[in-house]
């Protein structure tokens, strides 16, 4: 434990990837490293709206003995490019990168933590990374990546009905345009067609297989309330085929769609909990 002690201050710098450079905070251990965690941010503004959970967790982790890397993926937060250069493949190439600066820094076992779309995109970077990690936390983790697309593209039609545009075009008709070759500006995001066809593809949580044990943590409204039936279907697929899955349920606001910051004590808390107890078990 901490004794008491604060964890040095996050190190912002700049990690050289192609194409240009990816903005990093470094969240060092306080002591002893127990383990190294690589944080993998949710979708355009959702990443903006998490950034204070984010913080206060990477802080709290790090209390605990655990380096934390926060990267800006290429065309998100302070890294290089437009959000439209962005491309699911160049994503996960970050996070190579990422799990690399850290393994070099650190040279523990790593474990990835992934908020809403981020959490897809770290499954599908532990399924095909030359290194698995040794554990997964997982923070609301979007379901399916062609419902989270019609989701965003909802977006679009939204604003076009507030500007009294009474003929604006179905998420079936936007994706015509997308298929076409055509970059929507979305809520002030371009998203390029290569980036939707990569989200549409995406297979869907239940049939990515982890490869290493799981903390699934999901958000709910109140106490008492049930996961939803997609969250549980895709956690009776993931147990059917033997992974070590821990589901926590906890009331929590939606910290990442709401527009004033909103935070939540009580899931910072039990993931460090969740993560200090599996390195105990290990």
């Not at 970077?125 to 989270?148: C, D, E, I, M, N």
């Not at 390029?192 to 709910?220: G, I, K, N, Q, R």
């Not at 926590?248 to 910051?261: Q, S």
Request: proline share 8%; glycine share 10%.
């Amino acid at each position: 434990m901490s004794g008491g002690m604060t964890a040095p201050p996050a190190e912002p710098f700049f990690l050289d990837a192609a194409p240009g450079r990816r903005f990093c905070l470094f969240y060092p251990p306080l002591g002893a490293c127990r383990g190294a965690v690589l944080y993998v941010h949710p979708f355009a503004e959702e990443m903006n709206r998490a950034r204070r959970m984010a913080a206060l967790q990477a802080r709290a982790l790090a209390q605990q003995g655990y380096g934390v890397l926060q990267l800006d993926l290429h065309g998100c937060g302070d890294s290089g490019g437009d959000f439209g250069d962005a491309r699911w493949t160049t994503w996960l190439d970050d996070l190579a990168r990422g799990a690399a600066w850290l393994h070099a820094r650190l040279g523990q076992p790593l474990t990835l933590w992934g908020l809403r779309l981020g959490a897809l995109l770290a499954l599908d970077f532990a399924r095909t990374a030359a290194h698995p990690p040794q554990a997964l936390l997982l923070w609301q983790p979007v379901l399916k990546g062609s419902s989270y697309l019609t989701q965003f593209l909802r977006l679009k039609m939204a604003a076009s009905l507030q500007g009294g545009d009474d003929a604006q075009p179905g998420t079936d008709a936007l994706r015509r345009m997308l298929n076409d070759g055509q970059t929507l500006e979305i809520a002030g995001y371009d998203l390029s067609p290569e980036l939707a066809a990569a989200l549409d593809a995406l297979d869907p949580l239940e049939a990515m297989t982890p490869p290493c044990p799981v903390h699934w943590f999901e958000a709910l409204s109140g106490a008492g309330r049930q996961l939803p039936a997609g969250a549980m279907r895709a956690a009776d697929a993931w147990r059917a085929r033997g992974v070590d899955l821990r589901q926590h349920a906890l009331a929590c606001p939606p910290f990442w769609t709401t527009p004033e910051i909103a935070v939540s004590p009580d899931l910072v808390a039990a993931t460090t909990r969740a993560l200090l107890e599996h390195a105990d078990a290990a």
